[in-house]
């Protein structure tokens, strides 16, 4: 049960979009299409922005995408703004009904 | 409104037992699978535990395995997590979590767990 690999940090200035890598194993992430994505602001208790590697939940804007392929998936935010600063996990399940985060990635809109 | 909220949390020695519950309001608790996640300060989550609807099966984290076990209460609407034989590296923030689709829908606020000397 190893944490997916996140890159630590991502930036862009505001309009413009940054993308966030995920990659596991055949054994979660390129085993099913059970990725999710989300965003947790300091302090606060993490969001689901992206399920099932590309489903957006209501309320959540069409500016965060999701993709997959292989094994690493991938969180696209468009159109940065300010708000989007903040903490991104991926997730996925895992083999045994198991699930998986990632290491975190950090979003600075500059 | 859909709501989940923790409690039980708290300080306690190396070795020693602790509680978590979580209670549902707003949605059909019964009908959804549930998860523990919880977060080391300053560090990422961590998935916990898994607990299928009517809490005939759950699966553990290797880390928590034998230890930690998951249940749940439906006509009390609560979910639960007993932590035994605690550890330092126990200490962190334990959420729960509504599995929807294999992904985690609705989060709680949060309870504080530190195991310290």
């Known amino acids: 049960q190893s944490a997916l690999t996140q890159p630590p940090s991502a930036s862009g200035s505001p309009g413009q979009s940054v993308t966030i890598s995920c990659t596991g194993t055949?054994?979660?992430?390129?085993?099913?299409?059970?990725v999710s994505w989300y965003q947790q602001h300091p302090g606060k208790a993490p969001k689901l922005m992206i399920f099932?590697?590309?489903k957006r939940p209501s309320g959540v804007p069409d500016r965060f995408s999701g993709s997959k392929s292989g094994n690493t998936a991938s969180l696209t935010v468009s159109g940065l703004q300010a708000e989007d600063e903040a903490d991104y996990y991926c997730?996925?399940?895992?083999?045994?009904?198991?699930?998986?985060f990632g290491t975190g990635t950090k979003v600075t809109v500059l | 409104e859909v709501q989940l909220v923790e409690s039980g949390g708290g300080l306690v020695q190396p070795g020693g037992s602790l509680r978590l519950s979580c209670a549902a309001s707003?949605?059909?608790?019964?009908?959804?699978?549930m998860h523990w996640v919880r977060q080391a300060p300053g560090k990422g989550l961590v998935w916990v535990s898994r607990?299928?609807?009517?809490?005939?099966?759950?699966t553990h984290a290797d880390s928590v395995k034998g230890r930690f076990t998951i249940s749940r209460d439906n006509a009390k609407n609560t979910l639960y997590l007993q932590m035994n034989s605690l550890r330092v590296e126990d200490t962190a923030v334990y959420y729960c979590?509504?599995?929807?689709?294999?992904?985690?829908?609705?989060w709680g606020q949060g309870t504080t767990v530190t195991v310290s000397s």
């Open positions: 997730s996925s399940y895992a083999r045994s009904n198991n699930c998986v």
């Open positions: 707003g949605f059909t608790f019964s009908s959804y699978w």
């Open positions: 099932e590697v590309s």
């Open positions: 055949s054994s979660d992430v390129g085993g099913y299409n059970y």
């Open positions: 607990i299928n609807s009517d809490g005939s099966s759950s």
């Open positions: 979590a509504r599995n929807y689709n294999n992904a985690m829908d609705v």
